[in-house]
């Protein structure tokens, strides 16, 4: 049974909770993977301890918001007021009513912190004796409320490390979730110029550490100071920009956010000889490599952008429902770099409302960094597509197609003619 700390949730209906007082001093959520500590007023985030470092990272979390610029910032352009020395401004010190809820189960235990109808912030860890419990779920439920409350107001998350990512900061944005692109600050072009759109993720990280910001929906993020990343989380501007919309961003609604936060160690290069010069090519290589996400990285933002479909049955008494605990619909698993697309039947050429008897397999060969700390997955190596793939359906023959599927191209007789490079996505046509 779950245990709840709030001082104010008591109530006789809360039977299958076990509901306590929260007891003065910061807050510490543990699992055996990591340690959290959290700020005993602003219930935010202050540091991470990784129980296999030893030693506590800080990992703050902030909230605060830019001004706007009237006439220039609005549903198309992004800019701070010139007018105002100081750009932010603190937009939670005037909710005064500060609600700070702790879970504590056997599954997940979380800190959420309520900030009268602005903000409701939660920070997750789980308890699953697997790789799920080295990565920390974010959750924030943004409402601006009606206008003309927090106008001219562009909110954002920001965290606060000490990882050293260079004295003029830099960080890596994705590209569409398929690669990274370095941005590096350039302060002669001010706040707005140096915010890049990521799509599935961010990261900063130096010679020893990285912190991976993934999130669900693609958002505006930079790094405007060493060791810090922010994240732009949702905007009202009173006016309009000159950009066609002929207004501002006003009707927003109450939105949510979804993030995870990794912490990962990176690997030390090291010379297998007496000679330097090893150890040099190979740091001269590191800082050349394209970077990637880790294949953690890559599963956890997997399950954030592509969840698993929940379906409700409605019970009948009368006939039973048989539910598998589950179901394996391959005989041989996909290796771990792999992230099925789609599997989608196609319909018939003269009768498009019908099915037909081919289906169109998109495959993507996702591309990770060795550097990073190692999961515990047993990964499988590619067996190829064969005709026995399906657990139940023989496959008659599959034919390799160009990417929508229109034009095929050659047919796929042997597991050689398969391969697929990291980065690469690959679409066949897959005949029953």
């Not at 990272?57 to 918001?65: H, P, R």
């Not at 006003?250 to 995870?260: I, M």
């Not at 954030?304 to 009948?316: G, K, Q, S, T």
Request: hydrophobic share 35%.
């Amino acid at each position: 049974m779950a245990t709840i700390y709030c001082n104010e949730c008591h109530n006789d209906n809360h039977k299958d909770f076990d509901v306590r007082n929260k007891l003065p001093g910061d807050v510490q959520l543990e699992n055996q993977k990591m340690r959290l500590l959290f700020d005993e007023h602003s219930g935010f985030l202050k540091t991470v301890t990784m129980k296999n470092m030893g030693k506590p990272i800080q990992c703050a979390i902030n909230f605060g918001a830019y001004r706007s610029a009237q006439f220039h910032s609005g549903a198309y352009l992004f800019k701070t007021d010139p007018d105002h020395a100081n750009a932010e401004k603190d937009v939670l010190d005037q909710y005064t009513d500060i609600k700070i809820l702790i879970t504590s189960g056997p599954i997940a235990s979380d800190v959420t912190v309520i900030y009268g109808p602005f903000l409701a912030h939660t920070v997750r860890i789980y308890n699953t004796k697997t790789d799920l419990d080295q990565a920390v779920y974010i959750e924030n439920d943004v409402d601006f409320e009606p206008p003309p409350k927090n106008r001219e107001t562009e909110l954002f998350m920001r965290l606060v490390t000490d990882i050293e990512n260079g004295d003029i900061p830099e960080f890596y944005s994705d590209l569409n979730g398929f690669q990274f692109q370095k941005r590096v600050k350039v302060s002669q072009i001010g706040i707005e110029g140096n915010y890049f759109p990521i799509t599935t993720a961010a990261f900063i990280q130096d010679d020893r550490l990285r912190l991976t910001l993934l999130t669900n929906h693609a958002q505006g993020s930079a790094s405007l100071e060493p060791g810090q990343l922010e994240v732009m989380l949702d905007r009202r501007t009173l006016y309009d920009d000159y950009r066609g919309m002929g207004e501002g961003v006003v009707d927003s609604r109450l939105t949510r956010h979804r993030f995870w936060l990794l912490l990962e160690t990176k690997s030390s290069i090291q010379a297998t000889s007496s000679d330097p010069e090893p150890a040099k090519e190979k740091k001269d290589h590191q800082e050349e490599a394209y970077s990637v996400l880790s294949l953690f990285g890559n599963h956890l933002s997997n399950g954030l952008n592509y969840p698993a479909n929940i379906y409700f049955v409605e019970r009948d008494d009368d006939v039973p429902v048989k539910i598998n605990r589950a179901v394996t619909l391959l005989r041989h698993s996909f290796p771990c770099d792999f992230h099925l697309l789609t599997l989608r039947t196609q319909t018939e050429v003269n009768l498009p409302l019908f099915p037909s008897k081919n289906a169109l397999l998109v495959i993507q060969r996702q591309g990770y960094d060795c550097h990073l700390s190692k999961i515990d997955n047993n990964c499988t190596k590619f067996r190829g597509l064969e005709k026995q793939l399906f657990q139940e359906v023989l496959i008659q023959n599959i034919t390799q197609s160009s990417l929508t599927g229109l034009h095929e191209k050659v047919k796929v007789e042997k597991i050689s003619d398969m391969s697929i490079e990291p980065m690469e996505v690959r679409t066949f046509v897959l005949r029953f």
